[in-house]
Structure formats: structure tokens, C-alpha cells
């Protein structure tokens, strides 16, 4: 009983690693190709080449950003998986995953809006700075700022998505 316990345990690990890096791998994607629609006129790859250092802080924090909200997504998907397991495999087992994988989706566009959002906000905010030029310039001061703003925002995101997490359990 113990073995077939453990056997257990390590499939459900093993399913809920594959689940977070595919919904992670998926989030950085997405995340980068709109950073780029946000970045007004700068290549990314190009820069981060050329070694511009500001965009380097800039995609890093952005990655980081995604990470921490992806990080509570998971646990929720987690928590969303025991249940089903504790539940059994019926119709009310898999609502709990569907909406833990629901959960880690809204999770994931939060986040991304909610940058292009503070961005947006930081860029009229500081009307005599164009952050975006400044970035171009490598600006490392800047970046920081905007690396600021994101992780912040994201932090706060991660709040949200842990309590719809505690509404599940």
C-alpha cells in the first residue's frame, strides 16, 4: 500500500512538472513576442546581441515577472490536482483541475496585461523621460525603473492569483 502510494505520488509529481513547464515555456513565449508589441521600435534579440545591458534588465524582469505569477498558478493547479486525486476521477475531481488550469490561465493573461498596462501608465507618467529611447540608449537607470515597475506588479498579480487558489480549497 505504501509503494503503490509512492508510485502515485511520483506520477502526480511528474504530471504537474510537465504541466508547469509547458505553461511556463508558453508563458515566457507570449510574454516576450508582447514585450516586443510594447517596446515600440526595439529588437530584442538584436539589442540583447549587441549586449545593451538596459534590455537585458528589461527582458529578465519581465521573465521574472511571469515566473513569480506562473509559480502561484502552479501551486494552484497543484493544490486543484490533489483534489481530483482525494475526489476521485469524477466529474467533480476534474472540475477541480479545469479550473485549477483555468485559474493558472487567467494568471498568466493577468499578468501580461497588467504589464503592458503599468508600462503604459510609467510611460505617461514620466512624460520627460521616453523610457523606450533610453532603453535603445542601453540606459541601465531606466531599465531598473521599468524592471521595477514590473516585478511590483507582478508580486501584487501573484496576490490574485493565490486567493482565487484559496477559493478552490
Avoid at 107 to 112: D, F, K, P, S
Avoid at 127 to 144: D, I, R, Y
Amino acid at each position: 500500500m505504501i509503494f503503490t502510494d509512492f508510485i502515485l505520488n511520483a506520477v502526480v509529481g511528474i504530471i504537474q512538472l510537465v504541466i508547469a513547464i509547458v505553461f511556463a515555456v508558453a508563458a515566457l513565449y507570449i510574454a516576450f513576442w508582447v514585450l516586443g508589441k510594447i517596446t515600440r521600435g526595439i529588437d530584442e534579440e538584436k539589442e540583447l546581441a549587441q549586449g545593451n545591458a538596459a534590455v537585458g534588465i528589461l527582458v529578465a524582469s519581465v521573465f521574472i515577472a511571469i515566473a513569480v505569477v506562473v509559480q502561484s498558478g502552479v501551486t494552484g493547479l497543484s493544490v486543484g490536482i490533489n483534489k481530483a486525486i482525494s475526489l476521485g476521477f469524477n466529474s467533480d475531481g476534474i472540475l477541480a483541475v479545469v479550473v485549477a488550469i483555468f485559474q493558472l490561465l487567467v494568471g498568466i493573461v493577468l499578468a501580461i496585461a497588467a504589464i503592458y498596462l503599468a508600462l503604459n501608465i510609467l510611460d505617461r507618467l514620466t512624460s520627460g523621460v521616453n523610457e523606450f529611447e533610453e532603453l535603445k540608449k542601453g540606459n541601465v537607470a531606466v531599465a531598473l525603473e521599468m524592471a521595477g515597475v514590473i516585478i511590483a506588479v507582478a508580486v501584487i498579480i501573484q496576490s490574485g492569483v493565490i486567493g482565487i487558489t484559496a477559493a478552490i480549497v
